[in-house]
């Protein structure tokens, strides 16, 4: 079975990489118009792109689009972190990850959101489940974090070398 994994950095997709080829052949997805400055999407692409490409992934990048995420969260921006923003945002990553899962064949997406504890799983998997409704391709509803799953992203990022970034990526993650 195919699966497609949104990814936001290789610290996070790492091990859900990992944790997905034991039952699915994945393909990974950059799709973060929310990452500010592109200085920081650029690195983050690139960290992910490597591992990729290293360990024989085929690799896909959405185009950079943030003029397009500013529209969507437009008078969200005072929102906290886990706030209606970051739902909105989420909605939008996994809607265009669902849509490209479903325009290439694929049996089902994912995402590496739910591997960080500063994350609302609960905003995650509904936004994904939404995503699953619109194209019609099932959503792998999996937290990442039990079993350890977060401390053993850290190590295979600490293993790796990665760079592991500060924020959530967003401009208001970031104050």
């Not at 393909?27 to 024989?56: G, L, S, T, W």
């Not at 959405?62 to 972190?81: C, D, I, R």
């Not at 960080?116 to 099932?138: C, L, M, R, W, Y």
Request: charged fraction near 35%; proline fraction near 3%.
């Amino acid at each position: 079975m195919k699966i497609l994994l949104h990814s936001c950095c290789a610290p996070c997709g790492a091990y859900v990489i990992e944790q997905l080829q034991k039952d699915y052949d994945v393909a990974v997805y950059f799709c973060n118009p929310n990452i500010h400055p592109e200085e920081e999407y650029e690195r983050r692409k690139m960290e992910i792109k490597n591992y990729c490409e290293n360990q024989d992934i085929e690799f896909i990048e959405e185009k950079y689009n943030q003029a397009e995420w500013f529209e969507t969260v437009k008078g969200l921006e005072k929102e906290p972190e886990r706030g209606k923003r970051c739902s909105v945002c989420f909605k939008m990553r996994l809607g265009k990850t669902a849509e490209l899962a479903k325009e290439k064949g694929f049996d089902c997406f994912t995402t590496t959101l739910a591997i960080s504890p500063h994350k609302d799983t609960n905003q995650i998997f509904a936004a994904g489940k939404e995503a699953e409704e619109k194209a019609g391709v099932k959503f792998l509803a999996r937290d990442w974090k039990l079993d350890n799953g977060f401390k053993c992203s850290c190590d295979i990022s600490k293993e790796q070398g990665f760079y592991r970034q500060k924020y959530c990526g967003c401009v208001y993650s970031k104050r």
